[in-house]
């Protein structure tokens, strides 16, 4: 057996945040391309799934910080880049 498939902790740290990376990069793009000028169910899916995996991620990478502190803060640099993209949507026309 691989020393990675042995220390479990490590490997479900490392899969959630294989998810939560992938659903909040995927949510931030799907509220930068939903139009806002139409009100539908997908901007409100893609806001809570969104702040979903902002949380779930912020944690993750807490708790990676000091098993992986490169994969901690790769996923630190991409939370706080996707808020700040979408903390601009009300600015972008």
């Given amino acids: 057996m691989k020393p990675i498939a042995i220390d479990s902790p490590r490997s479900l740290l490392f899969a959630l945040f294989v998810i939560f990376e992938a659903l909040l990069v995927t949510s931030a793009v799907v509220l930068w391309c939903v139009d806002p000028r139409r009100m539908s169910g997908l901007d409100d899916a893609a806001g809570i799934a969104f702040w979903f995996s902002f ?11 000091r098993v992986a502190p490169r994969l901690a803060t790769v ?4 939370v706080l880049a996707s808020f700040a993209a979408v903390a601009l949507l009300p600015a972008v026309p």
């Avoid at 949380?55 to 910080?65: A, N």
């Avoid at 996923?75 to 991409?78: A, D, P, Q, R, S």
């Fill in 55 to 65: 949380v779930g991620l912020s944690i993750v990478c807490w708790l990676l910080r």
């Fill in 75 to 78: 996923g630190f640099i991409t």
